[in-house]
Structures are given as C-alpha cells and as structure tokens.
C-alpha cells in the first residue's frame, strides 16, 4: 500500500489542478536529485481501519474497493464528511500532495482540502468518474509563518450521490541532496519570548548539527545581528508597529534554511478611559451549574446522572431520578481541563481550594465507597438513625482534591434525598445559595441564565414543542441533566434573583409552547420581587447552526412561511444569505429571521398579559438578539416588525448581541504579551464606526431602542491546545483587567451603548476558553477581570461622603454623577435634605443635555420640550427653595418618560392606591404611571402625594428614569 506513482504525462496531470492553483503548485516529475520523505498523513493508506479519520458523517472505512492492500475509506451514495488534524509542516519547504480515488455507480462531487495553519490550504478536486482508480497530485511550498506549533488538518467532502472510494493519501516533503545538508544546520521555530513598546525578545530551536554556528537575525528582510546563542533581544522599535522576523544560520559557508516568519506587533499604550464608572450598566452571565461558580450550599443539587457502581450504565430511578438500586455519582470535578486524560492545559494547573469536612445525608442505608482512588477522601461518622431512616456521615476533601466520585452499596432498593452539605455550612440546609456566590454577584444589577437553563441544544424536533411540565423541578434528583431534562428550576432562578436582588435575564426555550410561556410568567410574577425587572430573550443564538435552536426555528419559519404568510412579507435578503443554498433560500432565512422577531412579540404579549399592559418594557423587557456580524439582518427584523405589527418600540425594549474581542490574529506561537497586543487591537477594530458593533448601537438609536450585548468580553477560546499557556496566562494578567476595562468602556458604554452582559461570572480556564471574571469565588475576588468590571460599576466608590455604600439610594446617586447630572460639590449629597425646586430645576436642565447628547447635537423636538415640560409639571411655587411634593415629581418624570421613550401608560389605574384620594386632581394619572414603571413606589399602597420628596427619593427616581432615556 505504499507505492507512489509519479504520472509522466503533464497535459494528463494538469486536468487535476484545482483553479486556484498557483505556479508553486505545478506538478514536475521526479529526478535523480529529489528525495521524498516520509508520508506526513497518520494512517494515509487506511491499513490501520479509522485511527485518526473520524466517522464524522457516512464514513466506512474498511475491506472492498481499495487501491491496493485491503482497506480503504469509503463513503456510500449521498454526502458524507471526514477529516483528520495532525502535525506541522516545515516553512519554506516544497512537499508534495495525493490520492487515489474511484468514483462508482454515479457523478463525480468531491475533494480534499489540506489546510495549513490559520489561512493556507490546497485541496485534491476528485473529477473522473469511470470507475476505476484515479490519482490526483500537486506540489506546494508550505508557508513561511508555519511553527511546530502549527496544525494541518485534511477534510474530506464528498456530496454527489455515487459511491465514493479513497486510499493512499500522501503528503511528503521533497528535497534536493543539497537541501538535505541545509537542513541538518536550519535553525526553527522563531518566536518572541516577551515584547514592549521598543522591543523585541526573540528565540529559537537549535539545529541538530549545533556546534560551530554562526545566526544572523533578520527585520523585515533586512539582517540587524549575529549571535552564536539562541536568543536575540531586537530593541530601537516603535510602539505600535508590527515587525517581521527571521534567523538563518551559517556553518563553514554553508546557509541554512531560514526559520519561519515571526510576525511580531510592539505593544501600545492603552488610550485613557472616557469615563471612570458605568453604575448599573454591566450584568453578568452565569455559567452552567455545577462548575466553578459553586453555587449552592448543598453540592448534591448538582450531583451528576446516577450510574451501576461499576460505572458501566445508567441505573433505575424513580419519577424523581433517585436510585432504586446500588449506584454510584459524581458529586462535582473541579479538577483542570484535561486532567482526566493526563493532558493539562493550565501550566500551573490551578485547582480551587475545596477542602474540608462536607456533611453527607440521605434516606436509607448504604455501604459508601471511592470509585477513583486517584482522589481520595475519608470518610468517618456514618450512623444510621432508624425513626427518620436516614444516614449521615462526614466526607472529607484533602487539599488539592477536586474529584468525589462516590458508591451506594449495599442498599435496599436504593437512596433518595441525598445531601452535601459543603464545609462551613450546616447539615440543616439552612441554606439555599453559598455566601461566596452571592457576594461575588453584588456589583451586577442583572443576570443572565442562558447557561443556568441550558438554553442551547435543549429543544425536540420540529414541530414537537417543551411543555410546562417538561421543565426541571426543585424536587429532581440533580439540577443537572438527568433522563433527559436539563436547564435549572425556574424556582431556584427566582430565589437566587430575590436572595442577591438583581434583575434577571432569562431565554425562553426555542420549542416552548404559548403555555409554557403562560405559565412561566404566572409564576414569576406569583414568585418574583416585583420590584426586579425581566429581560426576556428568545432562546439563545438562534442565528447559529452550532445550536440545536437554529435548525428548530429554521424548520418552523419554512413549515409557516410561504406565500400568502406573514414571515413571507417584506423580505430583504442579505448579503451573507447564499443564493446557491437550494435547502435553505435566501428568501427562506429572511421567513427565519422574521419569526424570531415574531416570537419575541408573542412572548413578550403573553407577559404583558399576565403582568398588566402597562408592564411591557416597563418590568418585562423583551430584547431582540443576534449576531454582531450582520447588522442589515436586525434591519431586516425591525422594518417586518414595523410594518406588521407597529413601531418595534412598542414590542423590543433592546436590540442585543455578543461582541467579544478575541485574540485570533495572535500567531500560534504568540507570547502571553502578543496575544494581548492582538486582543487590544481587536477591541480597537471593534470600536470603529463601521464595525457592527457600532452599527447597531445607531440602528437602535434610529428605533427608539436601547443597544445592549447579550454576552461579550475577552475570547481566546476556541478547543485548541495550541499555545494555550500563554493564552491563559494572558487572562490572568494585569493589562487583561485594563483590557477589559477598555472594551466594555471606551469601545461600548461611552459610544451610547447601554448595557453590557459579562460572559461569564466564574469558569475555569483551558482551551475551551478563559471566560469567568474569576475562577475562584473561594479563593476571593482579586482577579483582574473581576476588579476591573467593580471598578467601573463603582463598586467601591463613593463621591458623597454622606451616601456610602449600602445606602437604599447609593447605586442611584452614583449612576446620576457618573453621568453628570449631579457633581460632588463639596462632597455630601444631604440625602435626607427635602429636594428644592431651584434643585430639580438644575437636575431637569442636566437632564435636557445628557438628553440631548443622547439623541444627537440637533436632539429632537420631543427631546427638547421634554425636560422644561418635567420642570413646569413639577413646579407648583414660585419661590426655587420650595420643596418639591412626591406628586409633582411624578407629574415631571411621567413628562419626560412619555416624550423621551415615545411610549404611554395605557392603565395606570391597574395601581391600587389607600391615599389615592389625596391625589391633586389630574395627577393621579402621572402618579399610578409613575409606580408603574419603577421610578417610584407606594409603600403598602400609600403614596404620600402631598410629601415633600427627600433628594435622596428623587435620586432613585431620576435614576430610573435616566436608565428609560438613555
């Protein structure tokens, strides 16, 4: 199986080049002077049946129609994808590139593409369809970027519907006798160790042959120095400016094959910051239960699906997943990624401090035992209390353990309520929610659950539908998955956002039925401090094909779209939808995109009808989502709104999405400062009037609508193991926190975006991603993600001595001097002061300015009437020392809202006032209006109209309303 066929006739040869060919790839015959080494592709002959070629889709690999030998891979009539990934290829080098291949029973519709690095590739096109044996071969000179670090991946696509055969893969370097001998003194793998804004750390690979060398290190093609070590440090750079590096060495006149390219960017000062805080304008997602934000105190809720205690398969359970024979589970594993197969990202393989006593409790009797003895744990105490049935026992965690993994046996028909209490908490359950979870949420005035409900792939098939009693309970086993059920129990949603009072955000399932939809309101508003605001978003992502949603939402917007339809109307196609894609039209993704719009309308009506019409985008505020790339697909969503059911204000109160900024132009051998260069000057990228980002935040404006980011921050994700430690090292580091810091501020909240949804609170950090502000809630919050986000939510600041932190109006005085409409003076606030009206005439003319700055130098007509509106509405004296009643200014606020936010309360009387009789005659109206969107409250039903307001009131007042008007 391993003969390589030249082929001797060119004209023939030429018939397989592929058209974007260059003349590095053209086929030449062999000579006497060439050498080809070894085949580069892991099992290219197929003789070793499928290692390394997954069956990815309709992939065989085995006896029958092969080249020679016995095996070959074969994909049977229709499509079918396969592909491996293995190592680098030398820079510089020739190599040549082949297979054989048959086509049966049908068209020739295949090739395969051999990509090297992030960018290069060359791919086999498979054309002849006579049913015998083909060969197709180019040459190509493998990139000068490429490092050992490099990957090369083959993927192997085949789409007509014959049988397709493929056997003898190759890929072989080809040397000359005289390249050989360069070879053995080419140095490799240049890379900077380090870099500032003037200089340049380098390093090297020796050679084999070593001794004697003489290395010459070039700039941008030019030589800059000689040395006989391995290192060279290139200083006298500029900041900012990217640099190209290379090392060749000599050895008795001989030269050497020069290194690979090393693309080296100087570091650049990070621009001063807009603006020093952004009170109440960052939330926070939550990542999946059970990792590393710990979140309840009683660590069995997170207890993973019950298996035999041989760990071989699932076991009995009853309605409520409880074991009903001898099983097995893991309680957590907060061991690094990939500990487990020995293969550890994090070089300094961090591991929370989870050690202690846990207090282990459940009903019946069972012997207890360590089903991995590669973590051990004691275990002591274990009684059995025959009234209640049930045994307790102490388990304890050494340090530097992240694995319980604990066997049932012995049972008698199995156990149930299982409990873990962690250290430090009691065997009561008292309870729900550790301390350290809820501290670490205090900054944030929202949180996002999109992964606490494990929103993505997470819905049936079209057209099957989640129904309510689908949902995951607070009575089942384990809040993660099990038989089958996964996401959270709204309960415990609701009792995490009343515990730390914050907003929530929450993504309704892509498959849930209008009474799912019903009843989840029914029950947050039952459940729910009513003084939280809803964000409510459809799904998550649905725009993505990653997700089980997309294709959901796909098949539903088809099966109800088409002529005579409402998703078939006003369709504007865009410029990313493929015209060639005959299953998916462009016309059929305008009908998707149509009936996500549609879907956050009818959620959001279903709301409103359980809340109160006037609740919609006061408390309930839907937020259309979806992907930062294609703005021109939001128009789309927008206009059909707009022109089916009305202005898209009167439905969305947000337009959203994920602008993380990542560093995929750092090289793969990038040190930890190159990848933070790289993520700096993406971020810059992204705050660029054209990128869509800043689109967006203008279309909102253009709508009426506020601008968030569903999620966002730093991404250096992704699943490669490639140069992972430094880019974890790079997100534990300093300039990551000013980074941060930089992003959400200059290039979001100061450019009028309006609310910024961190991604994510906790995680740990591997190759799948450094995304969590901390990793280590236990360990304390003093990392500099999480700093930087108190930083600029204020956390820590206090312009007014006499408003401290924990003051019922601190938030609300921070946002108004954050955004200029009160100044710090001689540093008291006088919160207790009755507000004047020489007072809220200074506060009304800040507001008209941050109003105007808002809409625009010119403002609006609304805009500019509004604010002297709140000022006549609230008046009442002529003398600028009275003080202003509770009535008048909520007749002044309900101005503004009304002219600022372009809509009305249509039933204040929903408000059910004891004083309402006390209301000025035609104030009622701004009263009940008022209480309804937030801006102020009735303290069990009474309102105290004719009160004067403290400026402490006011301030909680104005803040709202300076977060409808922002």
Same mark, same amino acid.
């Given at each position: 199986?391993?003969?390589?066929?030249?082929?001797?006739?060119?004209?023939?040869?030429?018939?397989?080049?592929?058209?974007?060919?260059?003349?590095?790839?053209?086929?030449?015959?062999?000579? *006497?002077?060439?050498?080809?080494?070894?085949?580069?592709?892991?099992?290219?002959?197929?003789?070793?049946?499928?290692?390394?070629?997954?069956?990815?889709?309709?992939?065989?690999?085995?006896?029958?129609?092969?080249?020679?030998?016995?095996?070959?891979?074969?994909?049977?009539?229709?499509?079918?994808?396969?592909?491996?990934?293995?190592?680098?290829?030398?820079?510089?080098?020739?190599?040549?590139?082949?297979?054989?291949?048959?086509?049966?029973?049908?068209?020739?519709?295949?090739?395969?593409?051999?990509?090297?690095?992030?960018?290069?590739?060359?791919?086999?096109?498979?054309?002849?369809?006579?049913?015998?044996?083909?060969?197709?071969?180019?040459?190509?000179?493998?990139?000068?970027?490429?490092?050992?670090?490099?990957?090369?991946?083959?993927?192997?696509?085949?789409?007509?519907?014959?049988?397709?055969?493929?056997?003898?893969?190759?890929?072989?370097?080809? %040397?000359?006798?005289?390249?050989?001998?360069?070879?053995?003194?080419?140095?490799?793998?240049?890379?900077?160790?380090?870099?500032?804004?003037?200089?340049?750390?380098?390093?090297?690979?020796?050679?084999?042959?070593?001794?004697?060398?003489?290395?010459?290190?070039?700039?941008?093609?030019?030589?800059?120095?000689?040395?006989?070590?391995?290192?060279?440090?290139?200083?006298?750079?500029?900041?900012?400016?990217?640099?190209?590096?290379?090392?060749?060495? $000599?050895?008795?006149?001989?030269?050497?094959?020069?290194?690979?390219?090393?693309?080296?960017?100087?570091?650049?000062?990070?621009?001063?910051?807009?603006?020093?805080?952004?009170?109440?304008? &960052?939330?926070?997602?939550?990542?999946?239960?059970?990792?590393?934000?710990?979140?309840?105190?009683?660590?069995?809720?997170?207890?993973?699906?019950?298996?035999?205690?041989?760990?071989?398969?699932?076991?009995?359970?009853?309605?409520?997943?409880?074991?009903?024979?001898?099983?097995?589970?893991?309680?957590?594993?907060?061991?690094?990624?990939?500990?487990?197969?020995?293969?550890?990202?994090?070089?300094?393989?961090?591991?929370?401090?989870?050690?202690?006593?846990?207090?282990? /409790?459940?009903?019946?009797?069972?012997?207890?035992?360590?089903?991995?003895?590669? %973590?051990?744990?004691?275990?002591?105490?274990?009684?059995?209390?025959?009234?209640?049935?049930?045994?307790?026992?102490?388990?304890?965690?050494?340090?530097?353990?992240?694995?319980?993994?604990?066997?049932?046996?012995?049972?008698?028909?199995?156990?149930?309520?299982?409990?873990?209490?962690?250290?430090?908490?009691?065997?009561?359950?008292?309870?729900?929610?550790?301390?350290?979870?809820? @501290? +670490?949420?205090?900054?944030?005035?929202?949180?996002?659950?999109?992964?606490?409900?494990?929103?993505?792939?997470?819905?049936?098939?079209?057209?099957?539908?989640?129904?309510? @009693?689908?949902?995951?309970?607070?009575?089942?086993?384990?809040?993660? $998955?099990?038989?089958?059920?996964?996401?959270?129990?709204?309960?415990?949603? &609701?009792?995490?956002?009343?515990?730390?009072?914050?907003?929530?955000?929450?993504?309704?399932?892509?498959?849930?039925?209008?009474?799912?939809?019903?009843?989840? +309101?029914?029950?947050?508003?039952?459940?729910?401090?009513?003084?939280? *605001?809803?964000?409510?978003?459809?799904?998550? !992502?649905?725009?993505?094909?990653?997700?089980? @949603?997309?294709?959901?939402?796909?098949?539903?917007?088809?099966?109800?779209?088409?002529?005579?339809?409402?998703?078939?109307?006003?369709?504007?196609? %865009?410029?990313?939808?493929?015209?060639?894609?005959?299953?998916?039209?462009?016309?059929?993704?305008?009908?998707?995109?149509?009936?996500?719009?549609?879907?956050?309308?009818?959620?959001?009506?279903?709301?409103? /009808?359980?809340?109160?019409?006037?609740?919609?985008?006061?408390?309930?505020?839907?937020?259309?989502?979806?992907?930062?790339?294609?703005?021109? @697909?939001?128009?789309?969503?927008?206009?059909?709104?707009?022109?089916?059911?009305?202005?898209?204000?009167?439905?969305?109160?947000?337009?959203?999405?994920?602008?993380?900024?990542?560093?995929?132009?750092?090289?793969?051998?990038?040190?930890?400062?190159?990848?933070?260069?790289?993520?700096?000057?993406?971020?810059?990228?992204?705050?660029?009037?054209?990128?869509?980002?800043?689109?967006?935040?203008?279309?909102?404006?253009?709508?009426?609508?506020?601008?968030?980011?569903?999620?966002?921050?730093?991404?250096?994700?992704?699943?490669?193991?490639?140069?992972? *430690?430094?880019?974890?090292?790079?997100?534990?580091?300093?300039?990551?926190?000013?980074?941060?810091?930089?992003?959400?501020?200059?290039?979001?909240?100061?450019?009028?975006?309006?609310?910024?949804?961190?991604?994510?609170?906790?995680?740990?950090? /591997? #190759?799948?991603?450094?995304?969590?502000?901390?990793?280590?809630?236990?360990?304390?919050?003093?990392?500099?993600?999480?700093?930087? =986000? $108190?930083?600029?939510?204020?956390?820590?600041? !206090?312009?007014?001595?006499?408003?401290?932190?924990?003051?019922?109006?601190?938030?609300?005085?921070?946002?108004?001097? +954050?955004?200029?409409?009160?100044?710090?003076?001689?540093?008291?606030?006088?919160?207790?002061?009755?507000? !004047?009206?020489?007072?809220?005439?200074?506060?009304?003319?800040?507001?008209?300015?941050?109003?105007?700055?808002?809409?625009?130098?010119?403002?609006?007509?609304?805009?500019?009437?509004?604010?002297?509106?709140?000022?006549?509405?609230?008046?009442?004296?002529?003398?600028?020392?009275?003080?202003?009643?509770? $009535?008048?200014?909520?007749?002044?606020?309900?101005?503004?809202?009304?002219?600022?936010?372009?809509?009305?309360?249509?039933?204040?009387?929903?408000? #059910? =006032?004891?004083?309402?009789?006390?209301?000025?005659?035609?104030?009622?109206?701004?009263?009940?209006?008022? &209480?309804?969107?937030?801006?102020?409250?009735?303290?069990?039903?009474?309102?105290?109209?004719?009160?004067?307001?403290?400026?402490?009131?006011?301030?909680?007042?104005?803040?709202?309303?300076?977060?409808?008007?922002?």
């Amino acid at each position: 199986m391993n003969k390589r066929i030249r082929m001797a006739v060119l004209a023939t040869l030429l018939l397989l080049m592929p058209v974007n060919a260059t003349a590095l790839d053209a086929f030449a015959d062999a000579t *006497a002077n060439e050498t080809y080494g070894a085949n580069l592709v892991p099992n290219g002959d197929f003789e070793s049946g499928d290692i390394a070629w997954p069956n990815w889709t309709n992939i065989a690999i085995g006896q029958g129609g092969q080249h020679e030998g016995v095996m070959a891979l074969k994909i049977t009539g229709g499509f079918g994808v396969s592909g491996l990934d293995f190592g680098a290829l030398e820079p510089g080098r020739m190599y040549r590139f082949g297979a054989w291949y048959k086509y049966e029973n049908g068209e020739a519709g295949g090739n395969l593409k051999l990509t090297l690095g992030k960018s290069f590739s060359r791919q086999l096109d498979f054309n002849e369809t006579d049913g015998s044996y083909h060969y197709a071969e180019i040459e190509f000179t493998a990139p000068e970027e490429l490092t050992k670090l490099s990957n090369s991946n083959l993927t192997l696509v085949k789409w007509s519907n014959s049988d397709f055969y493929l056997d003898d893969v190759m890929l072989q370097k080809v %040397s000359t006798a005289e390249e050989l001998r360069k070879e053995a003194i080419s140095p490799s793998f240049l890379h900077s160790i380090d870099n500032t804004e003037t200089r340049v750390d380098l390093a090297w690979d020796a050679p084999q042959e070593k001794d004697g060398l003489t290395y010459t290190v070039y700039r941008d093609g030019k030589p800059i120095g000689q040395t006989s070590g391995v290192t060279y440090a290139a200083d006298g750079l500029q900041a900012g400016q990217a640099y190209a590096f290379k090392v060749a060495a $000599e050895k008795e006149g001989l030269l050497s094959f020069p290194t690979n390219t090393a693309a080296v960017q100087t570091s650049t000062p990070l621009p001063a910051l807009t603006k020093a805080i952004y009170p109440g304008q &960052i939330g926070v997602g939550l990542e999946g239960i059970g990792g590393r934000g710990f979140e309840f105190a009683d660590a069995a809720k997170t207890l993973r699906a019950w298996s035999k205690p041989d760990g071989s398969a699932v076991v009995k359970t009853d309605a409520d997943g409880w074991p009903l024979e001898d099983a097995a589970t893991v309680f957590f594993d907060h061991r690094p990624v990939a500990a487990w197969l020995n293969e550890i990202d994090d070089p300094e393989r961090r591991i929370p401090d989870i050690s202690g006593t846990y207090k282990l /409790s459940f009903k019946g009797k069972a012997v207890l035992g360590n089903m991995d003895p590669s %973590s051990p744990f004691t275990i002591a105490n274990q009684r059995y209390d025959e009234a209640s049935g049930t045994t307790t026992a102490d388990i304890t965690l050494p340090q530097g353990g992240g694995l319980l993994y604990v066997s049932f046996t012995q049972t008698v028909g199995g156990v149930r309520d299982v409990k873990l209490m962690r250290p430090g908490y009691s065997a009561d359950g008292g309870e729900l929610f550790t301390r350290e979870f809820v @501290q +670490a949420l205090q900054p944030f005035g929202t949180l996002r659950f999109m992964d606490w409900l494990s929103t993505n792939n997470n819905n049936p098939s079209y057209p099957a539908s989640t129904e309510w @009693q689908d949902r995951k309970k607070p009575t089942d086993a384990t809040q993660l $998955e099990q038989n089958g059920t996964k996401g959270v129990a709204w309960e415990y949603l &609701i009792a995490l956002a009343n515990e730390a009072h914050k907003d929530i955000w929450i993504n309704i399932p892509a498959a849930a039925s209008d009474d799912y939809v019903r009843e989840l +309101a029914m029950l947050l508003k039952e459940k729910l401090d009513p003084q939280l *605001a809803i964000y409510v978003e459809y799904s998550n !992502e649905v725009w993505n094909d990653l997700f089980s @949603q997309q294709a959901y939402n796909k098949a539903a917007a088809i099966a109800e779209g088409g002529a005579g339809s409402d998703l078939s109307r006003y369709v504007m196609t %865009s410029y990313f939808d493929d015209p060639n894609d005959a299953s998916y039209a462009p016309e059929q993704r305008s009908w998707a995109r149509h009936r996500v719009a549609k879907r956050v309308v009818d959620i959001g009506r279903t709301f409103q /009808s359980v809340f109160g019409e006037d609740a919609l985008n006061t408390r309930i505020r839907p937020v259309l989502s979806w992907f930062v790339l294609f703005p021109d @697909q939001y128009e789309d969503m927008l206009n059909w709104v707009d022109k089916t059911y009305g202005d898209p204000r009167n439905f969305f109160y947000a337009i959203a999405t994920a602008p993380y900024f990542n560093s995929s132009e750092a090289s793969d051998a990038a040190s930890k400062t190159e990848v933070l260069t790289a993520m700096q000057a993406d971020s810059a990228r992204r705050g660029l009037p054209e990128d869509g980002k800043m689109k967006l935040i203008d279309l909102a404006a253009q709508y009426g609508l506020h601008s968030f980011t569903y999620e966002g921050g730093p991404d250096s994700g992704g699943g490669s193991t490639i140069n992972v *430690a430094n880019r974890i090292a790079a997100h534990r580091s300093e300039r990551m926190g000013d980074l941060v810091t930089y992003d959400i501020g200059n290039n979001f909240l100061a450019k009028d975006g309006d609310m910024f949804m961190y991604f994510t609170l906790t995680s740990g950090y /591997s #190759r799948y991603g450094m995304w969590g502000a901390t990793e280590d809630l236990f360990g304390g919050l003093q990392t500099p993600k999480y700093r930087a =986000l $108190e930083s600029m939510l204020g956390t820590n600041a !206090e312009p007014f001595s006499d408003v401290p932190a924990g003051h019922f109006a601190s938030e609300a005085v921070k946002t108004l001097y +954050a955004n200029g409409i009160v100044g710090s003076g001689d540093g008291r606030f006088q919160p207790n002061k009755a507000l !004047e009206a020489g007072e809220l005439d200074d506060l009304s003319a800040k507001l008209s300015r941050f109003a105007d700055a808002r809409n625009g130098a010119e403002g609006t007509a609304d805009a500019a009437a509004s604010v002297p509106a709140m000022q006549a509405a609230a008046g009442g004296s002529g003398s600028s020392h009275a003080a202003v009643s509770r $009535e008048r200014l909520a007749a002044g606020l309900m101005r503004v809202y009304e002219a600022e936010t372009g809509r009305t309360i249509k039933h204040p009387d929903a408000v #059910r =006032l004891q004083d309402g009789k006390q209301v000025s005659d035609g104030a009622l109206a701004s009263v009940e209006g008022a &209480i309804v969107t937030g801006m102020m409250t009735a303290d069990e039903g009474r309102f105290r109209p004719k009160a004067s307001v403290s400026r402490a009131e006011a301030a909680v007042a104005l803040a709202k309303l300076l977060g409808y008007i922002r």
